[in-house]
């Protein structure tokens, strides 16, 4: 069974830093794409970052472009979403989800590509 559990959220100062976990299992972790979105409080689900599973092409939302790195560890089944200098607009719940077999990254990180998601974790960032 598909398991995805995020893992690294919490209450972060503006200009501060986080690295969120993403553990995978139960399907072919090195042969999927997995995508990092946000949800805030009012707001519909979007997308944030996306690495491929076979060149880990890597793509990301314009508003977390040169702030976020999104990375991928296939021997651990993990990806992690390195978010610096954290700004309040980046409060949300994020969550990590897969697309199926065969999918490549585009510009485009749409929620509808993604019918396996995690549970969520709570990102704040506040004085």
């Known amino acids: 069974q598909l398991q995805l559990v995020e893992s690294g959220g919490g209450l972060v100062q503006p200009g501060g830093s986080l690295r969120l976990s993403c553990a995978a299992s139960g399907f072919t972790f090195d042969y999927s794409a997995i995508a990092w979105f946000r949800q805030a409080p009012g707001k519909e689900r979007e997308g944030v970052s996306c690495i491929s599973s076979a060149d880990g092409h890597t793509t990301y939302a314009e508003s977390v472009k040169g702030r976020f790195t999104i990375s991928r560890d296939n021997a651990k089944k993990t990806v992690y979403l390195e978010m610096n200098t954290l700004k309040s607009e980046d409060t949300a719940v994020y969550y990590c989800?897969?697309?199926?077999?065969?999918?490549?990254?585009?510009?485009?990180?749409?929620?509808?590509?993604?019918?396996?998601w995690g549970q969520g974790t709570q990102v704040t960032v506040s004085s």
């Open positions: 989800a897969a697309p199926p077999l065969g999918y490549y990254c585009s510009d485009h990180i749409l929620t509808d590509d993604f019918p396996s």
